[in-house]
């Protein structure tokens, strides 16, 4: 080989050494031993560890906050097969816990890291080391947090009622549905309660409309209050709700359906300087399996609100 040559060599060397060291990735060259043989800028300026701290010493016991057994089977795996591994922050958010240099428009505690590890091969053929890159990826990940968030806040819009915040008539129904099917496999009864607030339209007359749906709010607030976490209240209609009890036969339904009677009795609405009092008129079915379908189950459970309209309202019927 030439003296140019040679020199030409040295300066490749040293071009790609810099470059190495100034890559905005994290790398790392490991033994079988898992001892440090490089680690670059980008790795030393978020671990605050240079070269020469952790050069030849073993990488596990530099962090021991890794999670050694898990990687060390990753590692162990690239050895034995030779094949480049992927770990992405879906998987593991993050494998260095590093703190983002973003510290005032960030909102990421924790530096996310896509890990890419690849065989080494030495001149004899073998493996003997590792190389670790370590990408940032904690702009895509909130990203992806982000739109996620929105979707799951966009989900349960579609799912609420604007003015009541219970669930809106498509999605009640739609559990309502399910609830059928469940019970139609398992037998196990549950009942629904359909609610109406008496002589509404005399309320927006006398009050406005607005005041009209202050009293809707107030009902709903009184529903959520009565029902237990695994009932499911829906406006099914403009001041018409349905709230569906599963594992409850009819005349535990009826408990509910008079406590909430009496509590929308006693219920003292204020709007402006007005004071404004409702009833409401409700209908119970049991799930049964003659309905067929679960718009049985409601039809009957409006039958049974009809007859409680007919009685003269304020009252509660069992189907
Ligand atoms: N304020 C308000 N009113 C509504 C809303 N949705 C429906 N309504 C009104 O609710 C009233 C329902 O009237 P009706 O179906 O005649 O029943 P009612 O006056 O409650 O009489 P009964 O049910 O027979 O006791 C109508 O005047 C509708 O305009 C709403 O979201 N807000």
Not at 19 to 39: A, I, M, P, R
Request: hydrophobic share 35%; glycine share 6%.
């Amino acid at each position: 080989m030439g003296q140019n040559q040679q020199t030409l060599s040295i300066d490749a060397f040293h071009w790609h050494i810099g470059l190495l060291q100034n890559l905005d990735v994290g790398l790392v060259v490991l033994d079988e031993q898992y001892h440090v043989h490089l680690w670059n800028s980008f790795m030393a300026n978020y671990s605050g560890l240079s070269d020469s701290d952790v050069r030849e010493r073993n990488l596990f016991e530099l962090f021991p906050d890794l999670p050694a057994q898990w990687f060390k089977s990753k590692l162990n795996t690239v050895f034995h097969l030779r094949n480049r591994a992927f770990i992405t922050w879906q998987e593991r958010p993050w494998l260095f816990n590093f703190k983002p240099n973003r510290p005032f428009t960030g909102k990421a505690a924790q530096m996310y890291q896509n890990v890419t590890l690849i065989p080494l091969t030495s001149p004899d053929g073998e493996v003997h080391q590792i190389g670790i890159l370590v990408y940032d990826m904690t702009d895509a990940a909130m990203s992806h947090l982000d739109l996620e968030a929105a979707n799951q806040e966009l989900a349960r819009l579609s799912r609420t009622d604007r003015l009541t915040g219970l669930s809106n008539r498509g999605y009640w129904e739609e559990c309502l549905e399910h609830e059928y099917d469940r019970f139609l496999r398992n037998h196990r009864s549950s009942s629904l309660i359909m609610l109406d607030i008496d002589h509404f339209k005399k309320i927006n007359d006398t009050y406005g409309h607005q005041a009209g749906d202050q009293v809707i709010r107030s009902l709903a607030q009184l529903i959520k209050e009565h029902i237990r976490s695994t009932d499911s209240a829906g406006r099914y209609g403009g001041e018409e709700f349905g709230i569906l009890l599963p594992d409850t036969s009819d005349s535990h339904a009826e408990v509910l359906a008079e406590r909430l009677r009496r509590a929308a009795q006693d219920a003292l609405i204020y709007y402006g300087d007005e004071t404004i009092r409702f009833t409401l008129s409700l209908g119970i079915a049991e799930s049964q399996p003659d309905d067929s379908h679960h718009e049985s189950w409601i039809k009957r459970a409006d039958e049974a609100l009809y007859k409680s309209k007919q009685g003269g309202r304020n009252q509660t019927t069992i189907f």
